[in-house]
């Protein structure tokens, strides 16, 4: 089945300790990308990246750092968290192409900062 | 910039009604218009989409058609059901963009 993985589905922190946020996808997509998802606000941007080895920020990159070193996996990680990156996190994929094609997206992961 | 706006939730219908949510865009160029839905502990999903102007996207009895003259991609659905009840998104992408951006996101909640 395809799909975009997440883990984990919900996680609790405090400030400061550092996590990875795990995404995972079996479609072969070269393009990958990270949304945080606040009430009122919608979904924005962190990072994304349109194939291995190259990544970019997005509308909301501050705090957040990624990886791509293999085609299906795009980590996000947060080296020192704070109680303002508390959200629902998105990670998603597809193919570009001249005309974008729809985002695949995993579940969520729910992350609290105290 | 580019910028999605769609009307402000919640909706509250009962079933069988009728179904708008306003979504209008501010975009250069020609982009590429979605509605996306999220269900309760889900992900986004994809709904429609359509590519330029005068395009009718459908699915699940939901449609919506890019009025360029407008700037404008409601989307609409004739019966809603229970089922139905959920976020919905409204999003816009440039030839070769690098990201959706996304409305704010409306909630449907539909009663039986």
């Known amino acids: 089945e395809a799909q975009v993985t997440q883990n984990p589905r919900y996680l609790i922190t405090v400030t400061g300790k550092k996590l990875t946020v795990t995404c995972s996808q079996n479609m072969n997509h070269e393009y990958m990308s990270w949304y945080r998802q606040d009430p009122g606000l919608g979904l924005r941007q962190i990072y994304y990246?349109?194939?291995?080895?190259?990544?970019d920020k997005g509308d909301v990159p501050e705090g957040y750092k990624v990886s791509r070193k293999e085609k299906r996996n795009f980590p996000l990680i947060l080296e020192s968290p704070s109680p303002n990156q508390t959200s629902l996190y998105f990670c998603a994929s597809s193919s570009p192409g001249p005309i974008p094609l729809p985002l695949h997206f995993g579940n969520g992961t729910r992350l609290t900062v105290t | 910039g580019n910028s999605v706006t769609q009307m402000e939730g919640p909706v509250t219908l009962s079933e069988e009604a009728f179904l708008t949510i306003n979504c209008t865009y501010t975009?250069?160029?020609?982009?590429?218009l979605f509605w996306y839905v999220q269900y309760p502990g889900e992900g986004l999903q994809l709904l429609l989409k359509?590519?330029?102007?005068?395009d009718k996207g459908s699915n699940k009895g939901f449609e919506a058609t890019y009025r360029k003259e407008t700037t404008s991609f409601h989307l609409e659905k004739g019966s809603v059901q229970v089922s139905d009840s959920a976020v919905y998104f409204c999003a816009l992408s440039d030839f070769g963009g690098t990201a959706l951006i996304f409305g704010k996101g409306t909630t449907l909640s539909v009663s039986s």
């Open positions: 359509a590519t330029k102007a005068d």
């Open positions: 990246s349109m194939n291995v080895e190259v990544t």
């Open positions: 975009a250069t160029g020609y982009p590429s």
